[in-house]
């Protein structure tokens, strides 16, 4: 897919977002440092784009498509992170047949960077899970779910930290709660953590002691859960905390035309974004840094 085929199906907002408090007039062009962030969620195994035959999702999705537009992002801008926020098994007859591997070998070829582990993940045990961590040549982050009497202690680690063109980047993972959406006998002894508390927490650790420019959570929490008030979803977790600034969220098989924006508790700008399911689209947004590391957004698109 070219770049004008792809940029036009992609739905752009207009202007630049505020994050942070740091004013626009504080960026120009010549000193500004671009950092993309492409991410997918619940992509459930699903490899080959639909069938021209399968309603509105036809023709969509499919690995092949998006390793075309993604390394088309990449030429345009090297400093480009690509992450997923869980759900990356179940779905199709690949996962039945190969298990995983599939899926973690075909990310690996896409270059992805962190992803985070959502309850399908477990479908197959959490011994399934861990035969297939060879396959996968990038970083699984989970900073709720508490792996320490278990097969993957050490193997998943709370936040991973990468630095782009001189900008760092702190990335930690969140998932749902496992008891009574996952059979026990498969997650073992996970221990399940309030995701409130542990974002707080790693916030504040990524901001203040790990001092990066931008702070992202991958989130398997769900985005919003109106009929369930005490359900943490991202929206309740982006009020409720501080230091994250950008929210990639899953679970709920969202589709969001463009990220929403959220007041913390610092009544700061999050943005938080989910893009579907199935591979059907691809979420990007734009951050842009100036010579002080003052940050703005371009508000965020997707691309079919």
């Known amino acids: 897919m070219k770049r004008r085929e792809f940029v036009k199906h992609t739905a752009v907002t207009a202007g630049l977002l505020t994050i942070g408090?740091?004013?626009?007039?504080?960026?120009?062009?010549?000193?500004?440092?671009?950092?993309?962030?492409?991410?997918?969620n619940d992509v459930h195994s699903h490899i080959d784009p639909f069938g021209p035959n399968d309603g509105r999702n036809s023709n969509k999705g499919g690995v092949a498509r998006?390793?075309?537009?993604?390394e088309n992002?990449?030429?345009?801008?090297?400093n480009t992170l690509l992450l997923d926020a869980g759900d990356i098994f179940q779905g199709t007859p690949y996962f039945n047949f190969y298990g995983g591997e599939l899926e973690f070998k075909l990310m690996s070829m896409l270059k992805y960077d962190v992803a985070t582990i959502g309850n399908h993940d477990f479908d197959n045990g959490i011994e399934g899970l861990l035969a297939q961590f060879p396959?996968?040549?990038?970083?699984f982050v989970s900073a709720n779910y508490d792996f320490s009497n278990t097969v993957l202690d050490t193997l998943v680690k709370p936040y991973e930290i990468i630095i782009k063109d001189d900008i760092k980047i702190g990335i930690f993972g969140l998932g749902i709660e496992l008891e009574g959406l996952v059979m026990k006998d498969l997650y073992k002894e996970t221990n399940y953590l309030n995701p409130v508390e542990i974002a707080q927490d790693m916030s504040r650790i990524l901001k203040t002691e790990e001092k990066c420019d931008l702070v992202i959570c991958l989130s398997h929490?769900?985005?919003n859960y109106k009929n369930e008030p005490d359900k943490i979803g991202d929206l309740s977790l982006a009020k409720a905390t501080e230091d994250i600034d950008l929210i990639i969220g899953?679970?709920?098989?969202?589709?969001?035309?463009?990220?929403?924006v959220v007041k913390n508790r610092k009544d700061k700008n999050i943005l938080v974004n989910q893009v579907g399911c199935y591979g059907l689209y691809l979420g990007k947004i734009d951050f842009y840094f100036d010579s002080e590391k003052n940050k703005t957004s371009d508000g965020g698109s997707i691309i079919v």
Do not use: M, Q, V, W
């Not at 007039?25 to 997918?40: M, V």
């Not at 998006?66 to 993604?70: K, Y």
């Open 221 to 223: 929490l769900g985005y």
């Open 66 to 70: 998006r390793a075309t537009i993604i």
């Open 250 to 260: 899953g679970h709920t098989h969202t589709f969001l035309k463009k990220p929403t």
């Open 135 to 139: 396959y996968a040549k990038f970083k």
């Open 73 to 78: 992002i990449r030429k345009e801008n090297p």
């Open 21 to 40: 408090g740091a004013s626009l007039s504080s960026f120009s062009a010549n000193k500004t440092k671009k950092i993309t962030i492409l991410h997918t």
